[in-house]
């Protein structure tokens, strides 16, 4: 059964950090790119950060640049995300997603969720201020 498993959320305060998982099963993450996505309550989901299937180039939306670091570990089928400096509005439920052959690339340098070809179910982080 092929599926994406996130990990790592919870309840931190401003300016703590978490460390987020997506581990994969049934999927050999090598050959996909990855996303992470985020959706707060009542707004649209968004793009967070995306990594190649590589991990030679990363992505990162404007509103996490030096705070988050995407990276993945091809060996243990998981990729991560590191993110420092948490702000309330960081608060999301977040998701990986994974994306293969044409559209990887426009994915991960546009952030898009379009092109995605699996999900995971999410998981939560919520800041306190």
């Known amino acids: 059964q092929l599926q994406l498993v996130e990990s790592g959320g919870g309840l931190v305060q401003t300016g703590g950090s978490l460390k987020l998982s997506c581990t994969a099963s049934g999927l050999i993450l090598e050959y996909y790119a990855i996303g992470w996505f985020r959706q707060a309550p009542g707004k649209e989901r968004e793009g967070v950060s995306c990594?190649?299937?590589?991990?030679?180039?990363?992505n990162y939306a404007d509103s996490v640049k030096g705070r988050f670091t995407i990276s993945r570990d091809n060996a243990k089928n998981t990729v991560y995300l590191q993110m420092n400096s948490l702000k309330p509005e960081d608060t999301a439920v977040y998701y990986c997603?994974?994306?293969?052959?044409?559209?990887?690339?426009?994915?991960?340098?546009?952030?898009?969720?379009?092109?995605?070809?699996?999900w995971g179910k999410g998981t939560l982080v919520t800041v306190s201020s």
């Open positions: 990594i190649s299937n590589s991990g030679g180039s990363t």
């Open positions: 997603a994974a994306v293969g052959g044409y559209y990887m690339e426009w994915s991960c340098q546009t952030l898009s969720s379009a092109g995605m070809d699996y």
